[in-house]
């Protein structure tokens, strides 16, 4: 079974500060990563998706994330973040193909709820 | 993108009566849904997924009496949360998958037993 761990739980920023959130994934096949973000009081919307090829995709907003396949990593970034940008962000994982007799079950890390700062 | 509503948005009930909750596809066909249970300050931790016209697969320690789920149209699944009780206090999400291997999610049920 897979797991995401998001080792921070709460970042606080100033605005135009650079962003780095960690997503640390274990699953001993191959994947598709995801992030999440869920902004007050809104539900959950796709950042960014990675299932194949460049391990640097672009997401919305200016969110970016890179796949480093060797550290079992997708860790979400943004050179400059907008007060805008304060919500939950949350990493999640599926296994790819579908396992036999399985299903697209996504496992959500535990979020990391991020604070900017005017 | 595609979306998904749920309803209702929030609903308090006394304890021992039961809940629907109501997650619709309303641009796209999904052949699958999911229902997740979030806990305040925690993770989305999956409850069962359903596919249309089959049964739902519940996840390991969910209890599939209790949260009874129904995926009868392709636009369509509910959860009902039976005799509920005051520890079924949470907030309900649920994703519906199409054609595309995304998950769409709606905007949640925030459900209160008294």
């Known amino acids: 079974a897979q797991s995401v761990s998001q080792h921070n739980h709460h970042v606080i920023l100033s605005e135009a500060a650079s962003l780095e959130l960690g997503c640390n994934y274990s699953?001993?096949?191959?994947?598709?990563l995801f992030w999440y973000v869920q902004y007050p009081g809104q539900h959950l919307q796709l950042l960014l998706k990675y299932f194949s090829g460049d391990p640097l995709v672009k997401g919305i907003k200016g969110f970016e994330a890179e796949f480093i396949k060797s550290k079992f990593s997708f860790n979400l970034r943004k050179p400059s973040v907008q007060w805008s940008d304060t919500a939950e962000y949350f990493c999640?994982?599926?296994?790819?193909?579908?396992?036999?007799?399985?299903?697209?079950?996504?496992?959500f890390g535990t979020g990391t709820r991020l604070t900017i700062i005017p | 993108g595609a979306v998904v509503s749920q309803h209702p948005s929030w609903v308090i009930c006394k304890s021992g009566t039961s809940v629907k909750i109501e997650c619709r596809s309303l641009d796209f066909q999904a052949t699958t849904m999911f229902w997740y249970r979030q806990f305040p300050k925690q993770s989305l931790m999956l409850m069962a997924t359903s596919n249309e016209g089959s049964k739902a697969t519940y996840e390991q320690g969910v209890e599939k009496d209790k949260f009874l789920i129904n995926h009868a149209s392709l636009t369509l699944s509910t959860l009902t949360v039976t005799s509920a009780h005051p520890e079924d206090s949470s907030f309900y999400i649920c994703s519906a998958r199409g054609r595309r291997r995304e998950q769409f999610f709606g905007p949640g049920t925030r459900l209160t037993v008294l």
């Open positions: 699953y001993g096949g191959t994947v598709n």
């Open positions: 999640a994982v599926n296994a790819s193909p579908r396992p036999p007799g399985g299903n697209e079950k996504l496992t």
